[in-house]
């Protein structure tokens, strides 16, 4: 099976300069990064205990997606990266809860890809305010989960940041930290 892999790699590379001078910069970046993401895709369908491969293979075929899109829509492609980059998180975390730790990458990756989709949206909102209450609130679940996995700890970034979300919404204070 170790032989699977230089396969794939070289009928990729084939594909590619067969069709470089025809086909659009995109759809050649969006091509080499599937390719990358494939073979971990597999290695997951083909163990679903090896977990870890979706994170390399969501992320590839996400900012494959990405790549393809980015002459289409290029205001959001900022938000869709760390989407994309959050969402094998959230599916590790879905797929079994003591991977807890997953959560805490996702809600934070999420709260970050709010601040260029509320730009672009143009939703009169503070940007910093945002990110901090959804860190908060990341940090918050995982604290709810304490009885179960050891997220006692967590309490204390989900005060803090819920702390900084407070003074980046207070009306009319721009504080420098925050921003």
Sequence with gaps: QWALIPTWVMAVLTLIVTVVDRVPGE???GLVLFSIGLPF?????????????LIPALIMIVLGAVTLLSSQAPEYMGALVLFGIALPFFV????????????MT????TSLALIPLITVIEVAAEQGGVMFLGIAITFLVLWLRRASHPTD???YP???????????FKPGSRAEIVD
Excluded at 92 to 103: F, G, P, R, T
Excluded at 106 to 109: C, E, Q, T, Y
């Design 92 to 103: 590790i975390y879905i797929q079994s809860a003591k991977h807890w730790w997953a959560l």
């Design 153 to 155: 700890w967590a309490v």
């Design 27 to 29: 759809v050649i970046g």
């Design 41 to 53: 895709l597999v290695v997951y369908l083909v163990n679903r205990s090896r977990w870890w491969s």
């Design 106 to 109: 996702a809600g934070i990756l």
């Design 158 to 168: 989900a005060v803090v940041a819920g702390l900084a979300a407070l003074i980046a």
